[in-house]
């Protein structure tokens, strides 16, 4: 007679009968394999077989599934989940849809695109069987030497906030029963970009209250918007790692703001607790402390598996400490349906889906929308009488500087993985050869190197340069000086860049500059005197075809600056919204203000704004305000304008910034027409935290500010205060 089902085998039973039936019948050893999060770069079905893991990345396809059938044989056959790091686009699997990176996504501010990103790259996971995403990361950009600036969408909580929440709705889309969403994960939680020096990882000088005043906004916004999971940061804050604060971890992002999903921390975190931090001896004490301290999923430290049992033995922790984590890590994967469903890799659909038609299409238009025009005297869109182009510079037809960092080609996976076909990304070059080729003379010239500088080659991009109409010089950074572990000690740009572009200045030959790079660097005077320059950032695999079509004029720009650019690496932090109170307003040598200010970017028409007022009662504290204001398209084309409101509390019980954005709004609005709009701020948004690390909303005098970018000058102005 065959035995009956286990109840947690039934899916007709509730998910606290299956989880409860499943957590009984488990030993301390498969509990604490359900807490672990492996690599599948390894001897994954060895580490399958004698730990169980609960969670596994970096394995795709059929080892993926090769590993499916490995944990269906265990014991109990607890299904693996799988996670991978899919952060623009699903970057390692071969041939995926990249997209740009998320700095030059947030130049968008375009929080439908960034789902609709989102959405594609969750289709995409599912056809290869990931269920699991490290996206979107919601670090707040400080110094911009950090390596991982690229990764962010810039320096302002509101702009991270809204952009971030766009994401997650995009992955998870109805919930976990969603057979096209995935799990995101906010990250990483919090204040990881404090660095000191811009060192990655490094000690974060952050007090309690300045993590509520500026850090928690998106990370509280992510949870509040059902986020399933979130990720803990490297790094130590007040002397206590990221993984080891219970504060952080159980009485803030539990407590307070009733987050229920899966917390993992960062790679080999609970290692590092031992080996690098060393605010632990041996790995039965870092396993004790990581669990008692509110994590769950244990990323990458494989002698976590003997920690944890040694911890047990020794009655460092109960089996009831790891039971509280193994029954949340049971119960989403209950939710997912995998005990039903493992999510195998479907070659045959993703073959279909990956990189499709649409898919594509979705790339293109994240691209377009994200190219910033810094600067403009005319020269574009391209002139008829321009007919020879000469192309220039070490970005224009690097496909891997253009994809950026988190994709095949860079530090993440290992060379013999390789990186996506070729033919797949359309380089600046390639895009302009497809617009301006059947038409235009182009020539191009590699003229000189990032990593080395290669400066024999800058005589034959002068010479291009001289016998032509217009120049187009891509230059930038390159993956050795981007990402995690490659902060950067200057901004300037590498290699023979400096040499190049001041030997195309001499020429007299107009210039137009495109970005390539990561972050913001420092602009030498060739740049900055250019005819025109184009911040791209990491535009991702169809970068190239959307500046051509900046270029031509085909495509009006409507990106905005998420980040601040600086005149000088000394001006750091940069960030527009600075705390009020210093002796002067400039350095002795350089102005404080930024080269091109947060929000700030050019279009090919002009807007004007106007009529900005408070509309209804007297507003009191507590109470939502309302305003209306009107922008017209005062110029001769069609275009999109980002319109930006900026509040200022007066006077306040402690010092605050001096202005923080609350609100913003994308307008098409054709040549010669106006949109009025209204919108109301929420009560918070005239909110500050005080002396007491209360988030509280003062009575007394607001300035609001309503305009094309952060710099006050630019912006209308209106008093509202509130009783």
């Not at 038609?357 to 910033?372: F, G, M, Q």
């Not at 991702?540 to 905005?560: K, V, Y």
């Not at 507003?619 to 304008?641: H, L, Q, Y």
């Not at 001096?658 to 009025?676: D, M």
Request: proline share 5%; hydrophobic share 40%.
């Amino acid at each position: 007679m065959s035995s009956p089902t286990p109840a947690y085998r039934d899916a007709t039973r509730s998910l606290e009968d299956r989880v409860s039936d499943l957590l009984s019948r488990m030993t301390p050893e498969e509990k604490i394999g359900q807490l672990m999060q492996l690599t599948g770069q390894f001897d994954f079905e060895k580490d399958i077989r004698e730990m169980q893991p609960g969670s596994m990345l970096h394995i795709l396809g059929e080892r993926m599934n090769r590993a499916i059938d490995c944990a269906a044989r265990t014991r109990l056959g607890i299904p693996i989940l799988f996670a991978e790091d899919c952060i623009h686009g699903h970057s390692f699997w071969k041939g995926a849809t990249i997209f740009p990176t998320q700095l030059s996504l947030a130049c968008s501010w375009h929080t439908d695109l960034l789902a609709r990103v989102a959405r594609v790259t969750a289709a995409e996971m599912r056809a290869t069987g990931v269920a699991w995403t490290f996206s979107p990361v919601l670090c707040l950009t400080r110094d911009l030497r950090w390596g991982r600036v690229g990764e962010t969408f810039g320096e302002d909580p509101h702009l991270i906030a809204e952009l971030g929440a766009a994401m997650i709705r995009g992955y998870q889309g109805r919930g976990l029963g969603d057979p096209e969403g995935v799990l995101a994960t906010a990250k990483h939680y919090t204040g990881y970009s404090e660095t000191q020096g811009g060192r990655d990882a490094s000690e974060a000088d952050l007090s309690r209250r300045k993590l509520r005043s500026y850090f928690f906004t998106a990370f509280e916004r992510a949870a509040r918007e059902g986020c399933a999971t979130f990720m803990t940061g490297y790094q130590s804050i007040e002397g206590v790692p990221s993984t080891a604060n219970r504060w952080l971890l159980r009485d803030v992002l539990r407590g307070e703001w009733g987050f229920e999903g899966v917390l993992v921390t960062d790679w080999d975190n609970c290692g590092r607790l031992v080996w690098e931090q060393r605010v632990c001896a041996t790995y039965a004490e870092a396993a004790a402390l990581a669990l008692k301290s509110g994590n769950d999923l244990i990323m990458a430290t494989p002698r976590f598996f003997e920690g944890a049992r040694a911890a047990l033995a020794e009655g460092r922790i109960t089996e009831a400490d790891l039971d509280e984590p193994c029954r949340r890590i049971l119960a989403l994967k209950f939710r997912l349906g995998l005990f039903e469903d493992p999510r195998r890799a479907d070659l045959a659909k993703a073959a279909v889906v990956v990189n499709s038609a649409p898919h594509r299409e979705a790339a293109l238009a994240a691209a377009r929308e994200s190219l910033v025009l810094l600067r403009n005297d005319g020269v574009l869109p391209l002139a008829p009488t321009v007919r020879r182009i000469a192309v220039v510079g070490p970005n224009a037809n690097d496909d891997l500087s253009q994809l950026g960092d988190w994709s095949l080609g860079g530090c993440q996976y290992t060379p013999e993985h390789g990186k996506h076909p070729r033919g797949l990304t359309v380089t600046v070059l390639d895009g302009l050869r497809e617009r301006f080729g059947a038409t235009h003379q182009i020539t191009h010239s590699r003229g000189c190197g990032i990593e080395q500088a290669e400066r024999e080659l800058i005589p034959a991009a002068v010479a291009a340069a001289r016998q032509a109409d217009l120049v187009v010089a891509v230059v930038g950074d390159s993956l050795p000086f981007i990402g995690e572990l490659r902060s950067t000690a200057t901004l300037e740009m590498q290699g023979g860049q400096l040499e190049l572009l001041a030997a195309l200045a001499e020429t007299g030959t107009p210039l137009v500059v495109v970005l390539i790079n990561s972050k913001p660097l420092v602009l030498p005077p060739a740049v900055r005197e250019a005819a025109a320059i184009i911040e791209a950032f990491n535009p991702g695999m169809l970068g190239g075809q959307a500046i051509a079509e900046l270029i031509a004029g085909d495509l009006n720009p409507s990106g905005r600056l998420p980040i601040s650019i600086p005149h000088h690496v000394g001006q750091q932090p940069i960030f527009y919204s600075q705390v009020r109170g210093q002796h002067g307003d400039r350095y002795a040598d350089l102005t404080q203000q930024p080269l091109y200010p947060f929000g700030f970017g050019l279009s090919y028409t002009r807007f004007a704004y106007s009529g900005l007022r408070v509309l209804g009662e007297a507003p009191r504290v507590g109470e939502p305000v309302r305003i209306a204001f009107t922008v017209a398209n005062v110029g001769p084309r069609d275009g999109v304008e980002v319109a930006q409101v900026y509040v200022r509390d007066e006077i306040t019980s402690v010092t605050w910034v001096q202005r923080e954005l609350k609100a913003f709004r994308r307008l098409e609005i054709a040549a010669g027409q106006s949109v009025h709009v209204e919108l109301e701020l929420p009560a918070d948004a005239f909110s500050l935290v005080n002396a007491d690390g209360q988030r509280v909303i003062e009575p007394g005098d607001f300035t609001l500010f309503v305009g094309p970018s952060s710099q006050e000058g630019e912006c209308l102005r209106e008093t509202v205060t509130l009783s």
